[in-house]
Nanobody, 120 residues
């Protein structure tokens, strides 16, 4: 499984960005997809996940501001990020696994990171 992430960039506080992640390869083995992030000097953090097409979960720090969605026809998962804050600044990684428990602990598949910088 290969994951290709895109959509990062520089945005002002309060702004929005949408990240995309396209999956390819043996994607039939994938059940859960989502995003982790890691800020400089910080531990990585599970941001959001989606199981199948509709069951979602979010870190408390992003609930109400971020929305994860999945387009199975395009094998793509999206992360819509609204009301961005400076503390959202991090490298965001698209991740996937066949098992939710594995995903929540250490996803098997990782894409390259995409940098999100929230700054005025």
């Amino acid at each position: 499984v290969q994951l290709q992430a895109s959509g990062g960039g520089l945005v002002q506080p309060g702004g929005s960005l949408r990240l995309s992640c396209a999956a390819s390869g043996t994607i039939s083995s994938i059940n859960v997809m989502g995003w982790y992030r890691q800020a400089p000097g910080m531990q990585r953090e599970l941001v959001a996940s989606i199981i199948g097409s509709s069951t979602t979960d979010y870190a408390d720090s992003v609930k109400g501001r971020f929305t994860i969605s999945r387009d199975n026809a395009k094998n793509t998962v999206y992360l819509q990020m609204n009301s961005l804050k400076p503390e959202d600044t991090a490298v965001y990684y698209c991740c996937a696994d066949s098992l939710v428990t594995a995903y929540n602990r250490n996803p098997r598949y990782w894409g390259q990171g995409t940098l999100v910088t929230v700054s005025s």
